[in-house]
T-cell receptor, first 116, second 110 residues
Framework: GAVVSQHPSWVICKSGTSVKIECRSL??????MFWYRQFPKQSLMLMATSNEGSKATYEQGVEKDKFLINHASLTLSTLTVTSAHPEDSSFYIC????????????FGPGTRLTVL | QKEVEQNSGPLSVPEGAIASLNCTYSDRGSQSFFWYRQYSGKSPELIMFIYSNGDKEDGRFTAQLNKASQYVSLLIRDSQPSDSATYLC??????????FGTGTRLKVLA
């Protein structure tokens, strides 16, 4: 299957700082990537859909000025959590569409963010 | 509102048995259906997808789709303790529009 990487795998930061998470498709080009957030023992929550070369589409209730998404190339999308606060602590997961016919979605390994 | 529903479980089965995981969806226009496995603390991993009515087999896994009943299932034969995880059903209901169920937690007892 297609491989999606994320960096860093975990990060600890102080409240008020910004954190950037990278998502890369390693062996395919991804015109569309997704960003999810998952709190412990809860289901995946879609935050936004990232399209190469255009602005991201955010889900209702997700602050676009707080969660900045940049899909600068066909293999890289970044999520920046600006002015992070403890309530932003979560597991952030990206995914990319790799399938040609049926649009299979492949997930990165996730980034665990802890804001102190 | 388009929905995908799964029983949250836990579903407990003995080692070697068949585990049956079920999912229903509300959008009749849905085109493709996916099963993911998620271990605790890890990201989801694609197990298989199905797009036409009937069964699709891949090793110990069989996906079953019934579009008339808006029902998709995953069977795991010869269940192993390593299969213990949360299984997510996802439905593609439009161009790059995916809806995930909340997942069924499976426990395979040794």
């Amino acid at each position: 299957g297609a491989v999606v990487s994320q960096h860093p795998s975990w990060v600890i930061c102080k409240s008020g700082t910004s954190v950037k998470i990278e998502c890369r498709s390693l062996d395919f080009q991804a015109t569309t990537m997704f960003w999810y957030r998952q709190f412990p023992k809860q289901s995946l929550m879609l935050m936004a859909t990232s399209n190469e070369g255009s602005k991201a589409t955010y889900e209702q209730g997700v602050e676009k000025d707080k969660f900045l998404i940049n899909h600068a190339s066909l293999t890289l999308s970044t999520l920046t959590v600006t002015s992070a606060h403890p309530e932003d602590s979560s597991f952030y997961i990206c995914s990319a569409i790799a399938g040609v016919a049926y649009n299979e979605q492949f997930f990165g390994p996730g980034t665990r963010l802890t804001v102190l | 509102q388009k929905e995908v529903e799964q029983n949250s479980g836990p579903l407990s089965v003995p080692e070697g048995a068949i585990a049956s995981l079920n999912c229903t969806y509300s959008d009749r226009g849905s085109q493709s259906f996916f099963w993911y496995r998620q271990y605790s603390g890890k990201s989801p991993e694609l197990i298989m997808f199905i797009y036409s009515n009937g069964d699709k087999e891949d090793g110990r896994f069989t996906a079953q789709l019934n579009k008339a009943s808006q029902y998709v299932s995953l069977l795991i034969r010869d269940s192993q303790p390593s299969d213990s995880a949360t299984y997510l059903c996802a439905v593609n209901s439009g161009t790059y529009k995916y809806i995930f169920g909340t997942g069924t937690r499976l426990k395979v007892l040794a």
